[in-house]
């Protein structure tokens, strides 16, 4: 027993030191305003400024839009992948990408699509013209989708790669065509991968604030950029950590929503 | 003769350079019960996976009821499998596991429901329809699967090592309903498997296979008694085989003792190897017997004695005896000329079935 308990002790102290303390500590600045002083007020102005419920809803809108990209692009990917002769080779291709530190690959989407990046060259070269592709939604979108697509493809993937292969014959030994497979067999086994990607994706999307800067041009203005202004610039922290707050909840709602719904051995 | 189903014409498949079958024919006729019979990496599941579309042969054709099949996919065939691992899907439960092939075809909900209820009711399933697969025992699993499979009325139904998971009561009892349920059905089964007890008791006409070709195909007591050679004496059963001479008609000469037997048609002088059951051989006393051997070993099975011997010349004999006998006595053995059966170095089969028909003729 004391042996075990021994075992247990990294575990708890991550959990108390960078997990529950954080926590705790988020939500005890959300009740101080800028001057120190206890107060509800936080709450009360985020509930009731339009400012900031315009922001959540273009949070919301921003990273819904990157999931459901990222889940059109991945799925096919990693059903595709599971069907190639040296699947795990292909899908470390698509994961390689993630060993890069996040601010190194968004530097050098800049650096692609700048007035005078690779892109605008050629599309001068193929006297198409230069166009302004940096600070649009469509390359702060793009950019993050490239970003999230490892984590949306790798729990589908798995999810396809656990569906024993005799469920498949047995579907065409029924009478099932390859599209009615997918739909009764591949895609109903495949949706807890789909559902852990989504909340993979749509969790980190709430709260980018990098690429919107680099890659938006701070024309997105999500939650995670609020944060990043109230700690660093302004300095209001309690209100930083309000939004944080309410950053978590979304969290918890997300993680309900797609949790594994699924009944097992009830209904009787 | 009954209508054939299903035929093979010089059917072979290679993956990459390993061939598994070798120019396999044979005929299936409709409405029994078959079994393909081979140890494993006989190439036995591979025809099965020909005949459901899951594989196509690299050369040979396919008939099934007189239409050539190579190219029409799984989906199409009038086949249904019940596979090794049941294959059930695990986000149904068990009511739309079974009506997943009458949905596809989409026949009407009433329709469905009555069928998925009659096929339930066929494999003692009456009132599982809302179970989910998970709460469902190894047992329940397979008459699932056997459900989902016949609920389309198929032609034929392949059953693939479909009791292997299962323990070896449960096996047994599995086996007569199999019976049963070819029966009242009517459709013909192919089902394979590497247990030469569940192939002896179940089917009609049993195929041997090994090494991805037919060794001999027949009815269990046509193969148990006549085997054509070495690996079906040694495959199907236990046996007793030696190598010997024919003299003549009529008599073979095993470890130079002549013996009175009931096969003809050979050569004077040929080799052959002789196949005696343990069954077969009874134990006498040495004066009475027709081999002298003393006992090594004796086990209990429960329905009789595995006794090993070795008589003058050193032979191993297997015995089987309800009679108990001692370690280390000398015993007699004796056999009847009818319990001998000799087979012929590389003899094929339509050359063993003339010749049993030329002698029979004379008689």
Redesign the interface.
Known sequence: MRQKAVFIVPYALWIVLFVIAPLVLILYQSFFNIDGQFTVNNYLTYLTSSVYLKMTVASVWYAFLITAVTLVISYPTAYVLIHLRNKQFWLLLVILPTWINLLLKTYAFIGLFSRNGSINQFLQFVELGSHQLLFTDASFMFVAAYIEIPFMVLPIFNALAEINPSLINASKDLGATQWQTFRSVIWPLSLPGVKAGIQAVFIPSLSLFMITRLIGGNRVITLGTAIEEHFLTTQNWGMGSTIGVILIIAMFIVMFITGDTRQKGGRQ | MGKNILEFRHVGKKYGDNVVLKDISFDIEAGKFYTLLGPSGSGKTTILRII???DDATSGDVYFDGQRINDV????RQ???V???Y?????M?VAENVA??LQ??GVDKKTIQERVHQALHMVRLDGYE???I??MSGGQRQRVAIA??IV?RPKVLLLDEALSALDHKLRVDMQTELRQLQRQLGITFIFVTHDQEEALAMSDQIMIINDGKIQQTGTPVDIYDEPLNHFVADFIGESNIVPAVMKEDYLVNINGQDFECVDAGMKTNERVEVVLRPEDLDITTPDKGKLVATVDTQLFRGVDYQITAHDLRNHEWKINSIHKTTVGQQVGLTFDPEDIHVMRYNESEADFDARLDSYEEEE
């Open positions: 459901a579309g899951f996919p799984a989906n199409k086949v249904n499998t596979f090794q691992d294959a059930l899907f695990p986000h439960n997943f092939g596809i075809k809302e179970r989910e998970t709460a989902r499979a389309n």
